[in-house]
Structures are given as structure tokens and as C-alpha cells.
């Protein structure tokens, strides 16, 4: 068990997850990252087995966005964070699709949920916001590997470069990757999803009402971006279509919003957690 003295730091202040963790178009993109985590047969039988993600939705996708807002803004919290996360894995464990026994926090397998975040990161920023120069995606890699070490990754368990990092994901893309009963779900345009449970009485009042006709369009919304906002290469290898008419609505849809956020307020563009670390950094 780590000691608080030798407790890893966050990604530091004014770095490129700074200002990408907490603005609301991370929404976005977190479904791709999560679909790619659970195409891994190991990571996908965890889900299975024992996530509440088909019960409690919202609320698990609630702590987890507020996991990865500790992941970066959480100063000295951040390493606790991931001890939490650890201790919390510790029992997941089973048997997966192909009668491989499985552990949540397998090297193989933790590490690659970790790994998912920079390709998906450096994707949809092409679409959702000005894309990265060559030195902020060395930056964007380093202090994702700093995230890794926050969640109890070992050095030795993460390519330690990007030239280290691209045949390790083709690798994995290539040889483990899997259409996955989770994977189908989370696709699936016509998955039942429950009415939101989380924000103001009146607004949660309101979208129980107008649900049955929203959600349809909610799961075809999802679906759009998930695929969309997946790397090509993951795509493929999910054996995912996307066509060209598809990609022209990504990238009409990617226009309207690096007009309307950027422009946004503070209080509107950046999620809670965020907000208040910038206005603690700001003094």
C-alpha cells in the first residue's frame, strides 16, 4: 500500500488535461473510450458480471465522471481516489465468455481501460475542439501516464511512449479485441434506458414525462457518437460501420459545438469538480 509521502501527483495545473477533464464536451467522448474498455473479453465479462450500468446508468455514469474528475483535479485526493478504485476492484473476478478466468485488476486488463483514454482523447478533439499539435500530444500522453500511476498502474505495465504506445494498441486491437454482449448493448439503438435520476426535482419530473419519446433518440445519439468519436483503426476492428454521409454529420455537428462551447461561461462549460479547482489554482 502506497504512503501519502510517496503518493503520485496529478497531471499538473494548466496541462493539457487540465483544461480537456472538466469541459463538458469530455461527455462526449467517454462513451467511445468506454465501449473500447469493454470489447476487451476481460473487462467486458467484469462489466457483465458485476456493473450496475444496466440497472443505475446515470448514476454509474455519474461516479465515474466524478472518479476521472478526482483523476485530474483532485490534488491530493487524486491518489486517494485511486486506492479507492483499487480496493473496489479487488473482488471482481469470474469467468469470461470464453471460460478464461478473469481479474479486475489484472495487469493486461487495468491497464488497458487506462489506455483507452489517449487514442479517444486525441480523436475527438479533431471534431469537438482545435486539434493537437505534435508537443501537446507528447504532453497529452505524459500526463495521462501521471493518471495511470494516480490509479496504481506500474510503470512497467504502460508503454512509457508514444513511439512505445502504438504497437501496444495495434497489438491489442488486433489480437484481443471483441464484439462483447456489453459491447452490443451499449450499440444497440433500441436499448430500453431508464429516465434520468439525477439533477433538479423539476427537471427529473419533466424528462420522466417526455421519456418514452426522447429516449429513442437518445440511444440513436449515443450510438452516433460512440462510433463517430472511436478511433478508425478501433473502429475497424469492432467491425463497426461508418460511412462517409456519417462522417459529414460528425464533422457538421463537431462545428456547432467548437462555435458554442468555447464561448460558454465558466459555470456552464466546466463540470463542478473542475470549476472549483480552477478557482483555487486562479488564488
Known sequence: MNTVDSDPNPPPVGGVLWSLAGDIRILMTLPAALTMQVAHPAVGAGVDDHSVFRTD????????????????????????????????????????????????????????????????????????????????????????????????????????????????YHKVLDNELEVTVVVEELLAPDQPIPAPDRGPRWLRLVLRMLWPALCPWFTRLRRFLTIGLMPPDARNALGLEWTDAQERRLRRFGRVVRAVVPVLPERLRFMPIARRARRAARG
Open 57 to 168: 446508468p446515470w448514476g454509474r455514469g455519474e461516479r465515474s465522471l466524478t472518479s476521472l474528475q478526482l483523476w485530474v483535479y483532485g490534488g491530493a485526493g487524486a491518489a486517494a481516489e485511486g486506492r479507492r478504485l483499487r480496493r473496489m476492484h479487488k473482488a471482481i473476478q469470474g469467468t469470461d465468455a470464453h471460460g478464461r478466468r478473469y481479474h479486475a485488476l489484472a495487469p493486461a486488463s487495468y491497464a488497458w481501460v487506462h489506455a483507452t483514454g489517449y487514442p479517444v482523447f486525441r480523436h475527438a478533439q479533431q471534431y469537438l475542439g482545435r486539434p493537437f499539435t505534435e508537443a501537446q500530444e507528447r504532453q497529452l500522453y505524459a500526463e495521462w501516464l501521471q493518471v495511470g500511476r494516480v490509479l496504481g498502474i506500474r510503470d512497467r505495465d504502460m508503454p512509457q511512449s508514444i513511439e512505445e504506445f502504438w504497437p501496444y
